[in-house]
């Protein structure tokens, strides 16, 4: 039940943004003035339960949500990496982030039950070795030292040269969180965001779940690795797009270089000016022909000219939209988050209406599942609790029969 004493006016203002509006928008939407909203936000008033429940359609959280203390740790976070920074709008980032924080409550709650596998992630400028230049700045990051850094990269985390059939795989046992959000209309692709609890650093991976496309998620999730282990988490971009850019174009650098290591695919281009053969290709080193082509240019095994004529065979048949595989070729998903869940429930250890409270949250439960990136339904509490009422209203019943 509510308590109009114990309104908590942060979760206020963490569930509007989580839901995507502005201050402006909530006030057009439920008929509440932004004065009233942003008084509620800075604790100088209290809303009636009346008006709370005006905005519960909007905000999508439990009643309860409001009225509990704060028990999200103070999570430090970095800069967060946009891949779509310029067509998203700054509130649908704004509320990707608030998400994030979320997810970073329910993994501390999880962690007391699950050992996750261990960060197990070096820095750029160890991959690089001592004798290397330092990585002071983003424009002393040169192509050559990519090239160096995906390959000892894959040395380190002993996949060598081979293809890499399941980036998602890869990243998650490597001890990095990986989800899949709805991002729909908002334009934000995917993005990725270091954070700092306590002493410790977590780095959550956010695939976008409206691609149904397998080869794009692995390039997807190899660009944000790019930033995990190429960029300053310290240092915002937002503001500034020559920077955001030269990120962007980095990040695509190493997905095709840690996707398609040099010497291996060299071997493999047999004949690169073929475009059928891109498609074969394709089913070996699960990439896009479009990145392979341009790995292929950068490498130097194709002429600016016949990289221009593959571009344009691509676009003249369609390629650009829909590739040839790609609806064959399964897309891989994250399956860390969703098995701690099933072991928990499997062994009894936690009930669907815990995790769905996850030590104190009060999230609601569709929150939890996509947050998780679990199947609606998982933790369908109201389904549980029917079931049992049915069977012990059967027994009652038999009770009565042999005891009239």
């Not at 695939?207 to 790019?226: I, M, P, Y």
């Not at 860390?336 to 009060?362: C, M, R, S, Y």
Request: glycine letters at 4%; hydrophobic letters at 40%; one cysteine or more.
């Amino acid at each position: 039940m509510a308590r109009g004493n114990n309104f908590n006016k942060d979760r206020f203002k963490s569930a509007r943004i989580y839901a995507g509006y502005t201050i402006s928008e909530l006030a057009e939407q439920s008929n509440i003035s932004k004065q009233a909203i942003s008084q509620f936000e800075n604790g100088k008033a209290k809303p009636t339960l009346e008006t709370m429940i005006s905005f519960l359609p909007l905000l999508k959280f439990p009643m309860e949500f409001f009225y509990e203390k704060d028990l999200v740790k103070d999570v430090k976070v970095g800069n967060t990496f946009f891949r779509s920074l310029v067509s998203a709008t700054k509130k649908a980032r704004l509320s990707q982030i608030e998400k994030t924080k979320y997810l970073s409550a329910i993994c501390d709650y999880l962690e007391t039950y699950i050992n996750f596998p261990e960060l197990n992630l070096p820095s750029a400028q160890d991959l690089l070795g001592s004798d290397a230049g330092k990585l002071d700045d983003l424009r002393s990051i040169t192509s050559e030292d990519i090239e160096r850094i995906t390959l000892a990269l894959r040395n380190y985390w002993g996949v060598g040269t081979e293809p890499i059939s399941n980036m998602v795989h890869l990243l998650e046992k490597n001890g990095l969180i990986v989800t899949s959000l709805g991002t729909n209309s908002e334009k934000v692709d995917a993005f990725s965001q270091c954070q700092m609890i306590g002493n410790r650093e977590r780095y959550i991976v956010v695939l976008g779940n409206d691609k149904h496309s397998a080869v794009r998620r692995q390039f997807t999730s190899a660009h944000e690795l790019a930033h995990i282990i190429l960029h300053n988490w310290s240092t915002d971009t937002e503001e500034y797009q020559e920077e955001h850019r030269l990120i962007e174009k980095q990040a695509d650098n190493f997905a095709g270089a840690f996707l398609l290591p040099k010497e291996a695919f060299i071997k493999d281009l047999l004949y690169p000016i073929n475009l059928n053969f891109y498609v074969e290709l394709k089913k070996k080193w699960k990439v896009a022909i479009s990145p392979m082509i341009v790995r292929a240019f950068q490498l130097e095994v194709i002429t600016y000219n016949q990289y221009q004529h593959l571009m344009r065979q691509m676009n003249a048949k369609g390629m650009k939209i829909q590739e040839p595989l790609d609806e064959k070729i399964l897309v891989p998903q994250p399956m860390v988050l969703p098995k701690a869940i099933d072991l928990l429930l499997t062994n009894k250890i936690a009930t669907p209406k815990e995790l769905i409270n996850a030590g104190g949250l009060n999230l609601s439960q569709d929150m939890v599942e996509e947050l998780l990136g679990l199947k609606s339904g998982t933790l369908n509490v109201n389904g549980q609790n029917e079931e049992e009422v049915l069977l012990y209203l059967a027994d009652h019943k038999q009770e009565k029969r042999a005891n009239p």
